[in-house]
């Protein structure tokens, strides 16, 4: 057996501090780089905003949601990670990535000094979605990655539904009626 | 086929798994302790029911029994921290044990036969200990053999 004081090696990490926002859903703390988010808004506030998708195969991405010119796909984080139906009341808007996310409440900002990989016995997609972990106290708290809530493939699945809409016209004006109604997140 | 026996003498860690026992090479234990706060988050692995926070460190809990398709243990007494080799880096898992471990050496290693090879390659010897005769667990290679289905069913639900 192994003396552990001579062994004991650090897992990889990165030691620059790094602003991050620790959100909540179905009760599950997670963290982001706030520099990867664009901006927070209510479900409320942005409803007008959203309209949704039908015809696809994706039961966490109902909403597509437009921003100026662009168009943001609405991913529902419990049903992303496979969490408890929750009440999502804020969206955040990622920068970089035309994703949002439904979370349901900001719990803080924290200066995140310490991320460490995701150990190597996880294999699934979470892989994918987590840049590691860190800890916030005595809590271990999953960083997420932007890049992790759709694929390039999934992005192109989304697109292409947008793009097979056959008449644009009627398209924009159920759009714009969407719009001037709201629609619900969740 | 068989793989040819060690002859120097190596111990081994043993710790009992449902109605029987396995072990470890022992240069592969890092320790065992108490169990601490089992923390989760969302993930798809199986096999990790959590992590366990150890010294700053986070080690996720595997569940062995899982990994061995067998049923599931009771309730750890004790994590048993293994070192294991993935890819270039090594990692540790915290493996849960619900009854005593002992520390045990043998000079000759059972080799395993051409189907055990083939069949349960994380298997790499057997170790006689009075009438029983148990496994030794390669743990890099039992995670390894879970891998590639893992892989197509998160191909599946990115598709």
């Known amino acids: ?186 | 086929m068989t793989i040819p026996a060690a002859a120097q003498r190596k111990s081994f860690v043993i710790l009992p798994l449902g109605g029987r026992s396995v072990s470890f090479p022992a240069e592969s234990v890092i320790e065992l302790v108490a169990p601490g706060k089992l923390q989760t988050f969302p993930h798809r692995t199986p096999w990790i029911s959590g992590v366990i926070v150890r010294r700053g460190r986070t080690i996720p809990v595997c569940d062995l029994s899982r990994l061995l398709s067998e049923t599931s243990a009771a309730v750890g007494r004790f994590y048993l921290i293994v070192e294991w080799r993935a890819g270039g880096t090594f990692d540790w898992c915290a493996i849960p044990v619900a009854g005593e471990c002992e520390l045990a050496s043998a000079e000759e290693i059972l080799p395993v036969d051409a189907l055990t090879a083939s069949e349960a390659p994380h298997i790499t010897g057997f170790l006689q200990v009075a009438e029983e005769r148990l496994e030794i667990l390669d743990l890099a290679k039992l995670i390894d053999e879970h891998r590639p289905s893992l892989d197509a069913s998160a191909a599946e639900s990115a598709s």
């Open chain 1, 1 to 186: 057996m192994k003396i552990v004081c001579g062994q004991l090696q650090p897992p990889r990490r990165r030691e620059r501090s790094e602003p991050v926002i620790l959100f909540v859903v179905a009760e599950q703390m997670f963290a982001i780089a706030a520099s990867a988010i664009h901006e927070i808004r209510s479900t409320d506030s942005i409803s007008a905003a959203a309209s949704e998708i039908v015809g696809k195969d994706m039961p966490q991405v109902r909403y597509r949601l437009r921003r100026g010119r662009t168009l943001y796909y609405v991913v529902n984080a419990s049903k992303h990670f496979g969490l408890p139906a929750s009440r999502p009341t804020l969206v955040l808007v990622l920068r970089n990535f035309r994703a949002a996310v439904l979370v349901d409440q900001i719990d803080r900002m924290e200066t995140m000094s310490r991320l460490t990989a995701l150990p190597q016995s996880f294999s699934g997609p979470e892989r994918a979605w987590y840049r590691g972990l860190t800890l916030i106290g005595e809590s271990v708290v999953p960083v997420l990655s932007a890049s992790g809530f759709l694929t390039e493939r999934q992005f192109a699945q989304l697109d292409a539904l947008d793009d097979s809409i056959v008449d644009p016209v009627q398209s924009e004006a159920a759009s714009a009626q969407n719009e001037a109604q709201g629609v619900a997140l969740r």
